[in-house]
């Protein structure tokens, strides 16, 4: 169980509410909570604690720092804005950090994007992977879990957190739980998925029996 967090600060009761807000609009908001969390000590060290959020205090906790990455000030930023814009919905008198005021790339990830050939190298690379004593399903579980990544477009969570009972190997249909944004989706194989997930099951079956019957030795 995770440790729940405090917030103590002059602000903290308002920045619980906001977290709580925003998780009951659907979203986990795990990451959100603890940016939160992190302003909320920010205020707690402060030598006066406001009572609301002043422009000073915000301009203060988004400044850049020493080494920091722009793209990481901008988490601040977007939460500075949108607590602020939270406060005011709720009649509180609270400076709203404005739009342009930072000439921040938030996002400046290139994506690679595989051909064909390129997916196809991928998966061939890791259905040669050799047996490793120290992880004995290696070779048969990553083979299996690229083909659902890039067949059924899953994220690498979704296809670490599959169990048995979320895979029908009769219908072809796969039950995603818990996804983005809280929700479930069912998600369809291929025909030529389908057959190699069957072949899977009964590899990872008999690797099972395999052990049993070495431990009882």
């Not at 990481?72 to 406060?87: E, P």
């Amino acid at each position: 169980m995770k440790n729940k967090l405090i917030f103590s600060s002059s602000l903290g009761s308002l920045l619980k509410q906001f977290v709580e807000h925003n998780k009951m609009r659907g979203y986990k908001y795990e990451s959100g909570e603890y940016a939160a969390h992190r302003f909320d000590v920010f205020v707690a060290a402060s030598q006066v604690e406001p009572s609301t959020l002043t422009k000073e205090l915000v301009e203060s906790y988004i400044a850049l720092r020493p080494g920091e990455k722009p793209s990481t000030q901008s988490h601040r930023i977007s939460l500075m804005r949108c607590f602020g814009k939270y406060l005011v919905r709720c009649s509180f008198d609270a400076y709203v950090l404005p739009y342009g005021m930072s000439s921040v790339v938030k996002y400046g990830f290139v994506p690679h994007v595989f051909s064909s050939n390129d997916v196809a190298r991928v998966i061939s690379a890791a259905d040669s992977l050799p047996y490793h004593a120290n992880s004995p399903k290696r070779h048969i579980v990553i083979p299996m879990m690229l083909r659902l990544i890039y067949g059924c477009g899953l994220r690498l969570s979704e296809a670490i957190n599959l169990n048995i009972e979320n895979v029908d190997i009769n219908t072809g249909v796969i039950f995603v739980r818990a996804t983005k944004f809280n929700k479930d989706r069912y998600v369809p194989m291929a025909f030529s998925l389908l057959g190699k997930c069957r072949i899977y099951a009964t590899k990872i079956l008999a690797s099972n029996i395999k052990a049993l019957f070495k431990n009882n030795l």
